[in-house]
Antibody
Framework: ELQLVESGGGLVQPGGSLRLSCTAS????????MTWVRQAPGKGLEWVAN????????HYVDSVKGRFTISRDNAKNSLFLHVNSLRAEDTAVYYC??????????????????WGQGTMVTVSS | AIQMTQSPSSLSASVGDRVTITCRAS??????LAWYQQKPGKAPKLLIY???SLQSGVPARFSGSGSGTEFTLTISALQPEDFGTYYC?????????FGQGTRVEFK
């Protein structure tokens, strides 16, 4: 079964840190770009970061640059999001997702076809 | 960052109705757009990518169209399982940006 399972969320004080993990199974993890998306309570979806198949390229939303780091360990089929200097506005469910990157008309597209169940991060004193 | 604006923010419709959701980009994004459906407490589900390509396993009543700055998601005949919130997402450049969502409720 194709599956992503997140872990590592929890309650943390402002300024604190966490390491979120996403473990893949049922597919060749190293063949896919991976993405983190978050959703604050009662709010919409926010794209956070992504990482290339071999980890050589990463991108971030401006609000987390310098505080969050996305990484992966293909040998362990694992994706990570290191979240530092946490703020109240980082409180959200964090989802990892697989990007199948389909090609059409000579261009690659994002297509997040498999998602984890999410892990909750709560930043509060 | 490219701003994505969806309309309406919410809608009420009956089973069998044709439903159209619009997503507008603050600049041209070719056809670099996907649509996702999310139900309460669940992860999003991919419906459409590249503006009009139907994801495998998604019912054919869902369709997408548009290019440049204006895009639409159409549900040809609304079914009870189609309730939820729908989001567009641009993948033209970084950072990727979602629309604010359109909540679909049943009358």
């Amino acid at each position: 079964e194709l599956q992503l399972v997140e872990s590592g969320g929890g309650l943390v004080q402002p300024g604190g840190s966490l390491r979120l993990s996403c473990t893949a199974s049922g597919f060749t993890f190293s063949s896919f770009w991976m993405t983190w998306v978050r959703q604050a309570p009662g709010k919409g979806l926010e794209w956070v970061a992504n990482i290339k198949r071999d980890g050589s390229e990463t991108h971030y939303v401006d609000s987390v640059k310098g505080r969050f780091t996305i990484s992966r360990d293909n040998a362990k089929n694992s994706l990570f999001l290191h979240v530092n200097s946490l703020r109240a506005e980082d409180t959200a469910v964090y989802y990892c997702a697989r990007d199948t990157t389909p090609w059409a008309d000579g261009f690659p597209y994002d297509a997040f076809d498999i998602w984890g169940q999410g892990t909750m991060v709560t930043v509060s004193s | 960052a490219i701003q994505m604006t969806q309309s309406p923010s919410s809608l009420s419709a009956s089973v069998g109705d044709r439903v159209t959701i619009t997503c507008r980009a603050s600049q041209g994004i070719r056809n670099d757009l996907a649509w996702y459906q999310q139900k309460p407490g669940k992860a999003p589900k991919l419906l459409i990518y590249a503006a009009s390509s139907l994801q495998s396993g998604v019912p054919a009543r869902f369709s997408g169209s548009g290019s440049g700055t204006e895009f639409t998601l159409t549900i040809s005949a609304l079914q009870p399982e189609d309730f939820g919130t729908y989001y567009c997402l641009q993948d033209y450049n970084y950072p990727r940006t979602f629309g604010q969502g359109t909540r679909v409720e049943f009358k």
